[in-house]
């Protein structure tokens, strides 16, 4: 059991790097999966006998690379005698330079323009990301059969189409920035508010997100929005020292202990964003940048500025008119005291349909029918909210919140929407 658990750390800490260069390796998704997975049940195997190397994921990197190679000498020999293609030159890419970063490499390939965009998320997040289908399934609110389909097309179109595993040339880059930003936004998203794990934070998916998107910055010295990106994430990764108590559970917002925010990344952040504005080519990655800057530069949760935050989700709907993001935009509305203005825009998105499955909306109408005294209703929709979370630290947040508000429905305390 414990040898299990030491592979199982292997896995998740050198997993991602391993199984990108072996896709580098074989040219085939599949077949890196495969030989990673053969190089973890022989880790289970010998280890007992032989002892947990010193550098674990170094041996299972050096196994799983002779496994891959075995097998694509073997399908090459099998494919010479049948007179059919073969695959890919195992002796050249052997033999090839060191690539600067595989992971990074992949993450292109996985945002080839050939794949649709969800094709390319869903593929990134299970690659890049080494998320489960059903955490990837969950995650994009559909069923898992959809999301397991969508990664079997993604991967058999790079492959049938031979896309190469490349950072594209300059004159090519600007047709997968877009897609690139994004999947790296939704990697760092899942890291930073799990949808379907233990914990509500996943730190090693947020420390990928933000080491690739500090290598995009550094690739696209150009691009305003990838400096907007990274911005982004530093400052919000700034709080998540006050995220969550010992215990697991979340600290929302306004309740967090502002002293634990990393001070570091909040100026390298804002210098950023505010390097990314001057570049007078807005977008929407330097929109929820400079929201986040706001938010750390208030020294306490009454010195938010929300009426400046409301009006930049105005200007970010514009941008990106999804209602996730005017739920958002509602949100900062009623936190500018404008909460009757907010709760009618909520029940506007309500009735639309697209989030009815998004727990995030029944949990911020509840706050506001709390703040403004509404508690009958409040109470049913934390009700609501507790139906469709997945995540157990946030499913404790809302279920003590509701505990409290129905306990002293008279003088609830005080807390603002989970930012």
Not at 395 to 407: C, I, N, P, Q
């Amino acid at each position: 059991m414990v040898l299990a658990r030491i592979v199982e750390d292997v896995f998740r800490t050198d997993g991602r790097r391993v199984l990108a260069g072996l896709i580098r390796l074989t040219g085939d998704f599949d077949a890196a999966e495969d030989a990673l997975q053969e190089a973890c049940a022989r880790a289970l195997d010998a280890w007992p006998r032989s002892g947990v190397p010193a550098q674990p994921g170094a041996w299972i990197n050096t196994v799983a690379r002779r496994a891959a190679i075995d097998r694509l000498r073997l399908a090459r020999r099998a494919a010479v005698s049948s007179d059919v293609d073969a695959p890919g030159p195992v002796d050249d890419v052997v033999e090839a330079p060191a690539i600067e970063d595989d992971r990074l490499r992949l993450l292109f390939v996985c945002c080839h323009p050939a794949l649709p965009f969800d094709s390319r998320a869903a593929l990134a997040l299970r690659t890049l990301g080494g998320l489960t289908t059903r955490e990837i399934a969950r995650a994009f609110v559909e069923p898992e059969s959809t999301t397991a389909q969508r990664i079997v097309r993604a991967k058999r179109k790079i492959r049938e189409a031979r896309i190469p595993f490349e950072v594209p040339p300059p004159g090519k880059l600007a047709e997968r920035t877009d897609a690139v930003l994004a999947v790296l936004y939704l990697i760092f998203n899942e890291g930073y508010a799990s949808t379907d794990a233990p914990s509500l934070i996943r730190p090693d998916l947020v420390r990928e997100a933000m080491r690739l998107a500090r290598l995009a910055v550094e690739l696209l010295p150009a691009s305003a929005e990838a400096q907007g990106l990274l911005a982004l994430m530093l400052l919000t990764d700034a709080r998540r020292a006050a995220r969550m108590n010992r215990s697991g559970d979340l600290i929302p917002l306004e309740q967090q202990d502002r002293s634990l925010w990393d001070r570091a990344l909040i100026d390298e952040g804002t210098t950023l964003v505010d390097r990314a504005l001057r570049r007078a080519e807005p977008g929407p990655y330097q929109t929820q940048a400079a929201i986040a800057a706001l938010h750390d530069a208030a020294a306490t949760a009454a010195e938010t500025d929300w009426q400046q935050i409301a009006l930049l989700y105005r200007t970010l709907l514009r941008w990106t008119p999804t209602p996730i993001v005017e739920l958002n935009a509602a949100i900062a509305l009623g936190m500018a005291t404008r909460a009757d203005e907010a709760l009618d825009w909520i029940a506007r998105i309500e009735a639309g349909g697209g989030l009815a499955s998004y727990h995030h909306l029944h949990a911020a109408k509840a706050d506001l029918l709390r703040r403004r005294g509404r508690f009958a209703a409040a109470i049913a929709a934390y009700h609501d909210a507790l139906a469709l979370v997945t995540n157990p630290a946030e499913r404790r947040f809302l279920a003590a919140r509701l505990t409290e508000l129905s306990l002293d429905a008279g003088a609830p305390r005080d807390s603002g929407p989970k930012t």
